[in-house]
């Protein structure tokens, strides 16, 4: 329909906007002028996301399977929610440790070991393959689609033609091509690829506007109404389900791996940890991207389920593949330059999925697989290695490219899009545990990482690659209906005769399962190194690292400042490395020239700005070549780990002894605050004891001086005065006697005699003793007993006291007639003693403070001889030394009942 | 009960006030100073007292501190906020013997300030000069 000179000239017209862009933006960043320096350029990069098969490929699948081509973007928009949290830590570690790919990530967090490196290259290559492949397939089948239609049939099959001749080839070609002119222009592969960013974001915002152009035209132009879609589609049976979700465990279960390995995708394929994490300019940024990624998902999927509905009822019966539905639908039609818009929008699509992939991969290539290598190449040791770097990254791109191109001819025909593209997402899923648990969990070890990928890729290669080997004819078909040597339980699909699941599910299914088990166990059983220990404090502590451990002198070896520079040399180039030593030398206010032996700072820094361009394992390896003795490693590390450990440990005692000393002066604050309280009760009770006494003695002194002054009294007022003076003398006497017990039971010096006695003999011996002032005072006193004994264990005496100094009481606050009942009932394990008067009652608010030492109730109607304030506060400590409780029930008026409660046994005091 | 023994006579008598709740402490004081031939009455708190003194306002009063109801304290104050009092005399009988009660109560406007137990002829004494001046 369109010439292939029209489509060849745009194709390559557009390309060169691209480069455009690319160059312009590295100049821009060359001349300190970022033009990606914000989070819509940021955003629109992370959309690189969406590749040809989300262009073509989403309607693909939802004309088959409805809004099944949705987890896809589900997943995505529900970690961009978290994305503040998750990936701004990895941003910071990797921008602290200079992390120059998702491969060099995880061998830096499992102890800078080269084997997880590789093996992640490995995986990475194997899973991106098939990914590469769909992008060569779905520009070349467009770009036939587009150049022969409506002679579809023509479009070639590639088995039938020679490779010479297949589009895909060139495709291919032109791409590699591309991509190696945009990436691998410096050496160091943590500098920012601002070019590149730009013209990826560029190409995000074409493909969103190509897609959406063929939107509005199919829902607005081709139906009138967005409606009619769906009610023509609704009319024809096989098409309503499109619109509906199948219900049954297999598609729960495949709407759920399918949205956690497009989580796991979004982060882990090579081209999103780039432009998600390496190419990161400002971690602020996260914060924007957090939603407008999920908008820009939202934007490019608006107009999926109609544009298939469209394409399904006008193709209706023929054979044109639902993959190419966006071009085909305009074609239909006649809107030549909307298809030819639709072409770039996917020719977008794809150049910017291969561009990153690539470009990722190289480095991961060069720096985790080819430079370990070289470096134990003797004949290599001195050679400038910087130009041999970028041309092994350009090769790689060129290599990775025609392996994705052979998948595409050999195996790739077989599957749809959407197939080829999970088949990926399935491989960089094994990334997911070692890294999640890695980031967040210091025990993940080495080992059990190492272990968890290989089992984990193991069975995604049995479960997914091998069957597509089958499908393609390479192997016996058989290998899948029958399985492996005809076990049942080893079918690909079916592993251990689980038939629930689809094959992508199945897969994701045994491979995470297996991988996380692995990791998780091998962690827990076995032992870490230093250097794990080391680097996993690192990263999972990124954001509370001191400065001391952030620069922390891993190096205490000694080195030659002219070795380590020729490092420098060999891998940068000379014009990188003087740049690099001049930066160093400002920073530090230095002069290296005049420097011979290398501090550890400076060997840091030369191993950091090596990480930048092989990655942290192999300058490692690099490093340890210069620094004297070869093994400067373990020991050292040991030693600097110790030396840490041991500031680390000596910070943890200061802490403990400061907070235990703050605990002490607490103690003593507290314990002086109470010493002072102590003494002001000391004080204010020799005061009140001392006022106590000085009342009687006041009586006295005064009496006896009267009655010496006047000899001549006569006889009755003379005996007034004497009686007086007999009552005042014996006051004073229970005063010190009462006082003396009082401090006696205090301080505790108290001889407690505990026996079995019975209380109703206590009792009935109590009232006996006060039966004399019951006489003179004409009170009624009445008991109510038990019969029977009631054996407690008690100081006879002491309760005794109590006994007589209630009724005593009782009997002298009575009123006229005065008449106290005492009674005693037994309670099991408890007795209860009641003295009940009938007196004018103690107001509610003096009920409890009677029992304070030094306090009285004054009686001002009767005028009788106050007591010394020292009776109830003396029973309330004796009956408390018994484990027992006293108080007092009254109502004001009528009459008091002191209540004692004892228990019967004593445990030992 | 009027004493007057030794013939000790005025055309007016000096009026005493005694304010204690010892009853016994009040009895003492009673039979002393009535011997000494003053007109003699009492009170057991400060309300009492207060009741008593606005009925006829004594020339003097002995007066404890520690009383219910209304304290020594608080009566001296209430007395020396009166002006037609202002030339009653206080004096602070009380067992309260520390320098810091002592100057409240003469900050608080008492005359004299004796401790318990006293010496009965050193307190008629003191009274009989502070009357006399």
Known sequence: ?909 | MIFSKRGYSRVERNKILIIDDEPQIVRALELLMQREGFEVRSASDGIEALSSIEDAAPDLILLDLMMPRMDGFELCQKIRSNPAWKNMIIVILTAKGRDIEREKGMALGADHYVTKPFSTREVVQLIKSALEH
Not at chain 1, 29 to 39: F, L, T, V
Not at chain 1, 290 to 301: D, G, K, Q, T, V
Not at chain 1, 421 to 438: E, R
């Open chain 1, 1 to 909: 329909m369109l010439s292939e000179w029209v489509i060849l000239v745009t194709s390559f017209g557009y390309l060169g906007i691209l480069f455009g862009i690319a160059y312009l933006g590295d100049k821009r960043a060359d001349a300190g002028n970022s033009i990606i320096s914000n989070p819509y350029i940021y955003a629109l990069s992370i959309a690189v996301y969406c590749t040809t098969w989300t262009f073509y490929g989403s309607v693909g699948r939802a004309a088959v399977s409805g809004v099944g081509f949705l987890p896809i973007y589900l997943g995505p928009t529900l970690i961009a929610a978290v994305w503040w949290f998750l990936l701004r830590k990895i941003i910071r570690i990797s921008k602290t440790f200079r992390i120059t790919s998702i491969a060099d990530f995880l061998a830096s967090r499992f102890g800078k070991s080269a084997f997880i490196g590789g093996l992640v290259t490995v995986i990475a290559i194997a899973g991106i393959i098939p990914y590469i492949s769909l992008q060569l397939k779905a520009v070349s089948s467009t770009f036939n689609v587009l150049h022969l239609y409506p002679a579809l049939e023509r479009v070639p099959k590639s088995v039938e033609i020679t490779i010479w001749s297949d589009t895909a080839l060139y495709v291919a070609i032109i791409m590699a091509l591309f991509s190696i002119l945009f990436g691998t222009r410096h050496i160091d592969a943590t500098e920012r690829h601002e070019g590149m960013v730009a013209a990826i974001a560029f190409e995000s915002l074409v493909k969103l506007l190509a897609f959406l152009a063929v939107g509005f035209y199919v829902v607005f132009v081709l139906f009138e109404k967005p409606g009619d879609i769906f009610s023509l589609a609704a009319d024809s049976a096989p098409m309503s389900m499109l619109t509906h979700m199948k219900t049954s465990l297999e598609s729960y279960s495949s709407w759920f791996v399918l949205t956690l390995i497009s989580v796991f995708a979004v982060m882990f394929l090579p081209r999103q940890f780039q432009v998600l994490v390496v190419e990161n300019v400002n971690e602020e940024h996260v914060k924007k991207a957090s939603w407008l990624f999920p908008l820009y998902l939202f934007a490019i999927n608006l107009f999926v389920v109609p544009i298939a509905l469209a394409g399904k009822i006008t193709f209706f019966g023929s054979s044109v593949d639902a993959d190419i539905f966006v071009l085909t639908l305009p074609l239909t039609y006649g809107e030549k330059f909307l298809a030819l818009f639709v072409y770039i929008g996917g020719l977008s699509a794809a150049t910017g999925m291969v561009i990153v992939e690539t470009i990722a991969l190289s480095t991961m290539v060069s720096n985790d697989l080819v430079v370990p290598v070289l470096l134990r190449i003797k004949a290599l040791q001195h050679e400038n290695l910087s130009s041999l770097l970028l041309n092994t990254r350009r090769l790689s791109i060129l290599l990775v490219l025609l392996l994705g191109y052979l998948y595409f001819r050999f195996i790739g025909e077989a599957y749809a899009l959407v197939s080829i593209g999970l088949i990926s997402f399935a491989a960089v899923a094994q990334f997911a545990p070692p890294f999640l648990l890695g980031l967040f969990w210091k025990g993940a070890s080495r080992r059990g990482a190492a272990w968890g990928l290989s089992i984990g890729f193991a069975i995604w290669m049995y479960t997914l690659i091998f069957p597509s080997l089958a499908i393609a004819g390479w192997i016996p078909i058989s290998f899948i209906d029958e399985g492996l040597f005809g076990i049942p339980a080893l079918r690909p699909y079916h592993l251990f005769n689980i038939e629930v699941f689809d094959p992508i599910t199945h897969s994701v299914v045994w491979s995470l399962l297996a991988n996380t088990g692995i990791l998780v166990i091998m962690s827990l059983t076995g032992q870490q190194s230093v250097q794990e220990k080391i680097q996993a404090k690192l990263f999972v502590d990124v954001f509370k690292q001191s400065p001391m451990l952030r620069g922390s002198p891993v190096w205490g070896g000694t080195a030659r400042v002219s070795d380590l520079t020729g490092l420098l040399v060999r891998l940068l180039g000379q014009e990188n490395c003087n740049r690099a030593l001049e930066r160093y030398e400002r920073r530090h206010g230095i002069s290296l020239s005049s420097i011979k032996e290398a501090d550890a700072g400076f060997v840091e820094f030369v191993e950091r700005e090596l990480s930048g361009a092989i990655g942290a394992a192999s300058a490692r390896v690099m490093i340890s070549t210069v620094v004297e003795g070869e093994d400067v490693s373990i020991d050292t590390l040991m030693r600097v780990l110790d030396e840490t450990s041991q500031v680390i440990e000596y910070s943890h005692r200061l802490e403990e002894k400061s907070r235990e000393l703050e605990t002490a002066t607490q103690e003593l604050k507290r314990t002086n605050e109470r010493l002072k309280e102590l003494d002001r009760l000391k004080d204010e009770f020799i005061s009140t004891v001392s006022h106590e006494l000085r009342t009687p003695l006041t009586s006295i002194r005064a009496f006896s001086e009267i009655l010496c002054d006047d000899i001549d009294m006569d006889r009755e007022k003379r005996r007034e005065l004497l009686n007086i003076l007999v009552t005042e003398t014996e006051r004073l006497t229970r005063l010190v006697n009462e006082i003396l017990d009082f401090t006696k039971l205090e301080s505790g010096t108290y001889s407690w005699a505990f026996e079995e006695v019975d209380l109703v003999k206590v009792i009935r011996e109590s009232l006996r003793s006060s039966g004399q002032l019951a006489q003179s005072t004409s009170a009624q006193v009445s008991e109510q007993l038990p019969r029977k004994a009631v054996m407690i264990v008690a100081d006879r005496d002491r309760i005794m006291q109590v006994i007589i100094n209630l009724v005593t009481n009782a009997i002298k606050y009575s009123g006229e007639n005065p008449k106290v009942e005492i009674r005693l009932h037994d309670e099991g394990p408890h007795v209860r003693i009641e003295v009940a008067d009938n007196g004018p009652g103690i107001p509610h608010e003096e009920q409890e403070r009677i029992f304070e030492k030094f306090h009285q109730i004054t009686d001002r109607r009767t005028g009788k001889p106050h007591g010394t304030g020292l009776g109830l506060s003396i029973c309330k400590r004796i009956v408390e030394y018994h484990r027992g409780r006293i108080f007092v029930q009254s109502s004001p008026g009528h009459g008091a009942t002191f209540i004692v409660i004892l228990p019967k046994k004593q445990v030992a005091p």
